[in-house]
């Protein structure tokens, strides 16, 4: 089966975000990069996705006008085989993406980027909704603390352990860079 590598808001828009921290941002980008580099290695097509977002005006971050809708400082150059621009939380939703997957003859994608329990996780469903197969990298997605209603913490780590929990096995293959390399290098 085909497969193909969707990076999802993987954007400078974060960086403007009061809750943006660089904590995980290492340790993310070298789970990202090794998946981009394997993908490209095993001649995978890799598709780009942006979130923008209204008004459209600079201070808005997820504008085009802000000029922050451009690639994640730190990120692998990548040549994407197609490059879409969302609106909502799936990537399947107005993009034509799905269209694009299709015309490409892809059955499986390779989930990763930026938020994990947002637009990945959100897509991951929809995606497994249409019946494509799912290998979500998790260690190859970043998110951020929040506080829950009751004024307590949510770790970054507890929303990562939750999303893969909530995925696996019923919408996505929960992969580790190396397994997503390895199961889009040999396709079934």
């Known amino acids: 089966m085909k497969s193909c590598l969707v990076l999802i808001d993987i954007q400078e828009s974060f960086r403007q975000r009061p809750y943006f921290t ?38 808005n971050p997820f504008a085009l006008e802000s000029g922050h809708v451009r690639p994640f400082e730190g ?57 494509y197969e799912v290998d979500y990298v998790l260690d190859a997605t970043l998110t951020f603390d929040m506080t829950q209603a009751d004024g307590s913490p949510l770790t970054a780590g507890d929303t990562k352990a939750r999303t893969a929990t909530v995925l696996r096995d019923r919408f996505a293959r929960i992969c580790s860079v190396g397994q997503a390399i390895d199961r889009a290098a040999t396709p079934s």
Not at 29 to 37: D, K, S, Y
Not at 109 to 114: E, F, H, K, N, P
């Open 75 to 131: 990120l692998t150059e990548v040549q994407a085989a197609a490059t879409f621009y969302k609106s909502r939380h799936s990537a399947l939703v107005g993009t034509g993406l799905d269209v694009w997957l299709t015309q490409n003859g892809v059955g499986r994608l390779i989930v990763s980027g930026i938020r994990t329990e947002q637009c990945c996780e959100t897509t991951t469903r929809h995606a497994s909704d249409l019946g």
């Open 22 to 59: 660089e904590r995980d941002v290492p340790a993310y980008l070298a789970a990202q990069n090794a998946l981009i580099e394997g993908c490209q290695r095993a001649g995978v097509p890799i598709v780009r996705i942006f979130h923008v977002d209204a008004p459209a005006v600079a201070s």
